[in-house]
């Protein structure tokens, strides 16, 4: 298997627009998580799904962020809009039922 | 509730010496435990993991870390580090219940650096 794949890997924009972020989780793991991390907060939890249901998105930072999993195989996360402090490095991970999650390389995010 | 404490932010030792890096967690449940490697520009590499088995585990790269419950711990070791090893190390908690997958908490990670 190919593991979690992201894209795009590196992406900058400006502040107000609008970004989204792809990834694609490894075949036949029921749980997906979007994580965010940075220097001052560390590794954040943002949102995860099992079987493509959001299950809990209290790390959300707020209404701009929103995620989706239309179908096993592909999930987002979008910023509308953008601002300077989304700047981060967004980790997607995967995982089984047994708790060890399998990350992807991530998207750096920066935000002008 | 769940959470990690992860002592020392950066430890540095010199290569072929013994490594030693510290987790201590809370959980109201029996845990499962991790330990993850993060290269630099990369994302997080599982190293181990406990999860009720043997209080030993052993993990890629020559790691090992033991699950002591009585200290609330899950500390990592190497008997020797190699400057392969330099790289930011985090412990992460997970609820046991009975096969169900939870949310992992990470710790704030420590660095490594390996002086040659």
């Known amino acids: 298997d190919a593991g979690v794949i992201q894209s795009p890997r590196h992406e900058v924009t400006e502040m107000g627009q609008e970004v989204t972020l792809r990834c694609k989780p490894i075949s036949g793991h029921d749980y997906l998580f979007w994580y965010r991390q940075t220097m001052m907060r560390g590794l954040e939890l943002l949102i995860y799904f099992n079987n493509n249901v959001p299950i809990d998105d209290s790390g959300m930072p707020e209404d701009r962020f929103s995620a989706k999993m239309p179908n096993a195989s592909f999930s987002t996360l979008k910023i509308q809009p953008s601002e300077p402090r989304d700047s981060a490095v967004y980790f997607c991970?995967?995982?089984?039922?047994?708790?060890?999650?399998?990350f992807g390389p991530g998207t750096r995010l920066t935000v002008t | 509730a769940q959470s990690v404490t992860q002592l020392g932010s950066h430890v540095s030792v010199s290569e072929g010496a013994l490594v030693l890096l510290r987790c201590n967690y809370s959980?109201?449940?029996?845990?499962?435990l991790f330990w993850y490697v993060q290269y630099p520009n990369q994302g997080l590499q599982l190293l181990l993991k406990?999860?009720?088995?043997?209080?030993l585990v052993k993990g890629i790269n020559g790691f090992e870390a033991e699950f002591k419950k009585s200290e609330t711990s899950f500390h990592l070791t190497k008997p020797s580090a190699h400057m392969s090893d330099a790289a930011e190390y985090f412990c992460a908690v997970s609820q046991n219940s009975g096969g169900s997958n939870y949310k992992l908490t990470f710790g704030k990670g420590t660095l490594l650096t390996v002086n040659p």
């Open positions: 406990y999860t009720s088995a043997a209080t």
């Open positions: 991970a995967s995982s089984p039922d047994r708790g060890e999650q399998y």
């Open positions: 959980s109201s449940v029996p845990p499962y």
